[in-house]
């Protein structure tokens, strides 16, 4: 019997991510690919819809490699659509945040991100599942939470949409800073000893990853496959304790206050006094109560 021919890779990209740098960067890709002779078929989605429209079709035709070229936002709508699937994920960093790529050891050099991708080794990582108040799930990859982050994102999607990344992160939170007057959230520990935790927070966070918002190490002890969720609250400040942060955070990524509670858990209910936003990755992914579970080894990724 004739065997058939296994199907090429899929690079799915978001040309507008990185302030159209994805766009822009397509040429380098394929020349990186076709050097190597690895066969790869890429597409340019304009908009959501049509990114997710190509990652189902390329699935049901039996693709198995599929790769997004973008930011986490990239990632998260290639992974949304191949979750629970005999599949494996690459991904070609090229957007403003790059946080969960950064998690896995890949940087924004296309060539290396190329070589990763041909050399095959993959491994299992976690992913978070959110569920809001309207009983909705979802899954996002990196970071969730509640307070500046989410307030801060429609001037990250407006002001300074093409700012880069960290910076982009932090001139939107001090913009949101103006009114904000903290979230008062209770933080529960299902199936575990941990004690409920209630505080007046600037940021209560839920990360899979050690990074967020473009580089910015909020929890640098958190791994992609341990089964463990980060929690990480920092307790209201004054404004201008957040501005004296700024600089530090702009040249180290490192947060340095002893007004943060850290705890580790893989199920976390998370409530706020009023209803609140909750975002993961970039995204508005409903309002507040909302539950966040880790999802064990539920990816496999193309990975150093």
Known sequence: MERTAPLPATVFVNPAAGRGGAGRKVAQLREAFARRKYP?????????????????????????????????????????????????????????????????????????????????????????????????????????????????????????????????????????????????????????????????????????????GGGLRLAPEAQLDDGQLEVVMIEMLRKREVLALIPRLLLTSELKTKRVVRMRAAKIKLTAEKETDFQGDGELLGKTPVEIEILRRALRVLAP
Not at 114 to 130: F, N, P, Q, S
Not at 135 to 161: C, H, K, M, P, W
């Open 40 to 212: 790869v078929k890429i597409v340019e989605s304009a908009c959501a819809e049509e990114f997710r429209g190509g990652v189902r079709a390329a699935v049901s035709e039996g693709c198995v490699t599929l790769i997004a070229m973008g930011g986490d936002g990239t990632l998260q709508l290639l992974v949304r659509e191949v979750i629970g699937r005999d599949v494996q994920v690459g991904v070609i960093p090229a957007g403003g945040g790059n946080d969960f790529a950064a998690a896995l050891g890949i940087t924004k050099i296309v060539e290396r991100a190329v070589e990763i991708i041909m050399l095959g080794k993959t491994r299992l990582v976690d992913l978070a599942r959110v569920r809001n108040s309207n009983g909705l799930d979802t899954i996002y990859l990196g970071s969730g939470g509640v307070g500046i982050d989410a307030e801060a994102l429609r001037y990250a999607n407006g002001s300074f949409v093409r700012w880069p990344g960290r910076l982009r992160y932090l001139a939107s939170a001090i913009a949101a800073l103006r009114g904000f007057r903290g979230v008062q959230v209770q933080v529960e520990f299902p199936h575990s000893d941990l004690p409920k935790i209630a505080k007046l927070v600037l940021l209560a966070a839920v990360l899979n990853t050690p990074t967020f």
